[in-house]
């Protein structure tokens, strides 16, 4: 499959330049890493890239033996990283630590905002076994600042599963979760701890009150969280002449 970039370079960077420099292709690897192994599933992992594009990455990485396309139940498809591309992970997650360093600004500035992709991500790392009992429990989060159409999000924890809902599931919530979107980004990654958001009056927990102290515990956050504790770095931007 021709590449859309060729750098004419022996150079080993220009080559892997070449396979993982192409737009979202660092993000398709980060989905994949991240468990998503269903094409719908990796789409919500990233939501701007259209499907088209995504299935084109898809087969550019299946050709450079990144990753495996293997067939799954009622004859579709799921996609697997190969060991080759697990060996690439460390990499994008590089990429990720360097960012909460240096670029830490950018992340939350609002054209990064993005609710269904931070639903998704808080979905994914809910801590499992600190979830509340084996009853039904839904969570309702409402985000300020998002898209009218992109502001109430359910989790509906039931039997050890979690499903994320973007209509009201019609069942009684436990718990409502009040932020707005950039403050709840903050405390995802990181930048902002859930007590202090809390103290603040920046994220507000509504509900029985065992239920309020029991968010901390399974509200997983970002697995690059731990840089961003970390005192950020700062650029030095260029002046020009």
Same mark, same amino acid.
């Given at each position: 499959?021709?590449?859309?970039?060729?750098?004419?370079?022996?150079?080993?960077?220009?080559?892997? &330049?070449?396979?993982?420099?192409?737009?979202?292709?660092?993000?398709?690897?980060?989905?994949?890493?991240?468990? &998503?192994?269903?094409?719908?599933?990796?789409?919500?992992?990233?939501?701007?890239?259209? &499907? @088209?594009?995504?299935?084109?990455?898809?087969?550019?990485?299946?050709? !450079?033996?990144?990753?495996?396309?293997?067939?799954?139940?009622?004859? &579709?498809?799921?996609?697997?990283?190969?060991? %080759?591309?697990?060996?690439?992970?460390?990499?994008?997650?590089?990429?990720?630590?360097?960012?909460?360093?240096?670029?830490?600004?950018?992340?939350?500035?609002?054209?990064?905002?993005?609710?269904?992709?931070?639903?998704?991500?808080?979905?994914?790392?809910?801590?499992?076994?600190?979830?509340?009992?084996?009853?039904?429990?839904?969570?309702?989060?409402?985000?300020?600042?998002?898209?009218?159409?992109?502001?109430?999000?359910?989790?509906?924890?039931?039997?050890?599963?979690?499903?994320?809902?973007?209509?009201?599931?019609?069942?009684?919530?436990?718990?409502?979760?009040?932020?707005?979107?950039?403050?709840?980004?903050?405390?995802?990654?990181?930048?902002?701890?859930?007590?202090? !958001?809390?103290?603040?009056?920046?994220?507000?927990?509504?509900?029985?009150?065992?239920?309020?102290?029991?968010?901390? @515990?399974?509200?997983?956050?970002?697995?690059? !969280?731990? %840089?961003?504790?970390?005192?950020?770095?700062?650029?030095?931007?260029?002046?020009?002449?």
């Amino acid at each position: 499959m021709a590449q859309a970039t060729l750098y004419g370079q022996f150079c080993p960077v220009s080559i892997a &330049s070449e396979v993982l420099t192409q737009r979202w292709t660092p993000l398709v690897i980060r989905e994949l890493h991240c468990g &998503s192994v269903r094409f719908s599933d990796l789409q919500r992992g990233v939501p701007r890239m259209s &499907s @088209s594009l995504l299935a084109r990455r898809l087969k550019e990485l299946e050709y !450079a033996g990144i990753v495996e396309r293997r067939e799954a139940a009622a004859g &579709s498809f799921e996609y697997h990283l190969t060991p %080759a591309g697990r060996e690439i992970f460390p990499l994008v997650e590089q990429m990720g630590l360097w960012a909460q360093r240096w670029l830490r600004h950018r992340l939350v500035e609002t054209p990064n905002l993005d609710p269904d992709l931070l639903m998704w991500d808080i979905r994914r790392n809910i801590v499992r076994d600190r979830l509340p009992g084996d009853r039904r429990f839904v969570v309702e989060f409402l985000l300020s600042g998002a898209p009218i159409t992109h502001r109430r999000y359910w989790l509906v924890f039931d039997r050890g599963e979690v499903d994320l809902c973007y209509r009201d599931p019609g069942h009684e919530i436990a718990l409502f979760v009040t932020a707005a979107l950039r403050v709840l980004t903050q405390v995802w990654l990181g930048h902002l701890g859930i007590a202090q !958001a809390v103290r603040e009056d920046q994220l507000r927990l509504e509900g029985a009150k065992p239920h309020v102290a029991a968010f901390p @515990s399974w509200f997983g956050l970002s697995g690059f !969280a731990p %840089a961003g504790r970390l005192p950020p770095g700062r650029l030095e931007l260029a002046t020009p002449a």
